[in-house]
Every structure is written in C-alpha cells, then in structure tokens.
C-alpha cells in the first residue's frame, strides 16, 4: 500500500522551550491515517495535516469503547539521527489487543514504515534537549455509527505525535504509593494485558483517591483475591530483595507474573533481559502485598521501582497499606533502579553502545 502524502501549508510554530514542554499537550504538524472497512480490508492509508476528524455522534467507539492504543517515543542521539526503541514489540503488542478487542490485525511492519515516514515528514519535532523525546501514539478506534452491540465493521488507525520533556529535570524523584484495596484496574479474564482505553476509564477512581490522600500513584491488587501486586499506576513493578537463597548481599529481582490481567510492558521485559545479562536473578510470580510488608520488616526489601516508556524507571520511596507507610531504601534511589535508569535510557538516546540490538534508527527503517 502507498501511503498518500498531503503536506500542511502552515507549519506551527515550534515549543520555544524544550524543557518546559508538560506530557501531551502539543503535537506536531502532522498525523498519519488509514481506514478500515469490512469488505476492503485496511486501506487509503495517508499523512495529512494534524487536526480535527469527523465522526458521527453515533460511532460505535464512543459508545463501546471499541478503541486500543500504543505508547513509544522517538529520541534524538547526540549525533543527530533518530531512533525508536524496539518498536515492533508495540505493533506487535498492538496486535495483541486488537485481538482481544475483536479489531483486525493491522500489517507490524507496514505501521512501521508509515510511522518512520511520519516522523520523518517532522523530523524537526524531535527535541534535542537532554531527556526530551517524541512521544508517538498508534491507536485504532471503532467508527461504525451503529448503536447495537457487536464488534464495528468500520476502523480508522492513526498516529499522532506529541514533543515531550525530561520526565526527571531534576534527577530521578522516588514517588508515594498507596496499595488500592477497594477499586481493581483490571481481572484476569478481562482486558487486563490489552493497551486499552477502557483499562485506563476502569483506573481513574484509584488514582483519583489516592491522590486526595496524598499519594501520587496506586499500587494495585489482583481484582479476584485482592492479594497479589499486580502493576503500579499505568506501569508494571519490581523488587529488588535479598536472595532467598540467603547468602549474604546477593539480589534477586522479583516481578509478577503475567496473569492475563498485568500488561506486558516492554520496559519490563527489557529490565528482565538487562538484568539476567549482568547475572541477577529474576524471578516472575505471584507477590503478595503482605509479602512486601514481610519483606520489609526482614529488612530484605531493598528497591521498588516501577517500569514504562513515559518514564523509564520510576522509584518508589514510600508505600501505604491500611494505615501503615513504610520508607523503601531510606526514600532514596537504590543502586538498582539507577543502573537501569542509566542502562536504559544511555541506550534510548544512543549515548552508551546498544549491545542488546533494541535500537532501530529511523534511516533504515
Ligand atoms: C503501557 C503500559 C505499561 C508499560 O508498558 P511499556 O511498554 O513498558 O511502556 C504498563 N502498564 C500499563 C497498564 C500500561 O498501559
């Protein structure tokens, strides 16, 4: 399929300051969109200028909620080329969810070329600040205008573009979490492992409660027993213990399994790659938020940190459970989470050698 290309006449203006840019507010001058019907499969496939579509009042993804999604950004190296970072694990991902929201499959490596050609139509969008980026949202939403339930007949898939600023400008800040124990994000069973929009409307309350008890993000439990830690806000989550196997200052790296109801970050699966490379062990299973507590008290729980693209690595300095608030690592950034930090985002920006082969430039693609 050829991708059309209708070019904007009026370029916006660029942000003045990279470093003041706030997460996806402004996007870039253009979009890319293709459209699928029944009887004709996806096609017209085109970038044209940023901006508002119509869509009927009626359209079943406003009704339904028939709608997924993808989160990866471009990042600029210091030698002034592009790349993204293991993108085909996100139309991959993609597919994944569609799947599961009874949307049609698209082409992994036709939406990575258009999504190479798209940003290189604005290139001049990437940021070259330290820590910024371009972020990059994929999504397809269900257009059918029909009121009935069943999966649409009509998509569009689309990409749109937003420059985004150092997550840390300050170096890296561990956050409060508070452990959710009356609202659930997800089941097993559910939609869970799907990047879905309805997970994140399913979010809200938590997030919003522990907010006005002065938490930043939520820890959350499995929605069946509310026992096991499944993610952390919209990331996934690890721990960093004292081996079991007790011999004295040996870690282990400890995540939840994937029980139908966690996503599976690619953050996380390159952290669990990263660290099996420098000889950690890592383990994936069931994690009770008592254990953590337990863990606590051993005096064998030494980092939390969550996982994402938004961020990389984000440490967690103190957890709340009932009542009870507990201090990770003196509220500090353990010895861990940094090294990943450095590890991923050095191989991200194309400042140390990506020896993992994760990186692909946009040149090539
Ligand atoms: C996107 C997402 C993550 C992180 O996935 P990455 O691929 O690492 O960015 C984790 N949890 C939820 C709920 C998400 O939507």
Not at 61 to 89: M, N, W
Not at 105 to 111: H, K, L, Q, T
Request: with cysteine.
């Amino acid at each position: 399929m050829k991708i059309e290309l209708n070019k904007t006449t009026a370029l916006k203006k660029k942000p003045a300051d990279e470093t003041q840019l706030q997460f996806g507010r402004i996007f870039t001058d253009h979009m890319f969109i293709m459209e699928y019907e029944e009887s004709r499969g996806w096609h017209s496939p085109r970038i044209q200028p940023f901006g508002d579509i119509t869509l009927s009042p009626a359209a079943m993804v406003l009704h339904y909620s028939q709608e997924i999604f993808e989160g990866l950004k471009a990042y600029r190296r210091p030698d002034g080329e592009i790349q993204l970072f293991r993108p085909k694990e996100n139309f991959k991902r993609l597919n994944v969810s569609a799947e599961r929201s009874v949307i049609p499959n698209i082409d992994v490596d036709f939406a990575l070329k258009a999504l190479c050609e798209l940003i290189r139509i604005d290139e001049d969008w990437v940021p070259r600040s330290e820590g910024a980026s371009l972020y990059l949202r994929p999504y397809i939403i269900a257009t059918d205008p029909f009121l009935g339930v069943r999966p649409s007949n009509k998509y569009l898939f689309m990409i749109i573009m937003s420059p985004v600023g150092a997550y840390y400008p300050n170096g890296l800040n561990p956050v409060s979490i508070a452990v959710e124990e009356e609202y659930v994000r997800a089941i097993k069973g559910g939609m869970g492992f799907a990047k879905a929009g309805g997970n994140y409307a399913a979010s809200l309350m938590g997030q919003k409660k522990a907010q006005s008890e002065g938490y930043e993000q939520v820890l959350w439990l499995d929605g069946v027993e509310r026992k096991y830690i499944e993610e952390v806000g919209s990331m996934n989550v690890f721990l960093i213990v004292e081996n079991s196997n007790g011999r004295a200052g040996e870690l282990e790296v400890i995540t939840p399994e994937l029980s139908g109801s966690i996503l599976p970050g690619i953050t996380r699966m390159s952290v669990i790659e990263l660290c099996r490379k420098w000889g950690l062990k890592v383990t994936e299973r069931k994690i009770s938020a008592d254990e953590v507590f337990q863990l606590y008290d051993t005096g064998k729980l030494k980092e939390i940190f969550g996982t994402g693209t938004a961020v990389a690595i984000s440490p967690v300095g103190t957890l709340k459970k009932s009542g009870r608030v507990i201090t990770i690592n003196d509220g500090k950034i353990g010895e861990v989470s940094q090294k990943l930090y450095s590890t991923l985002t050095g191989i991200q920006y194309g400042k140390i050698p990506d020896d993992m082969g994760w990186t692909k430039a946009i040149r090539g693609l």
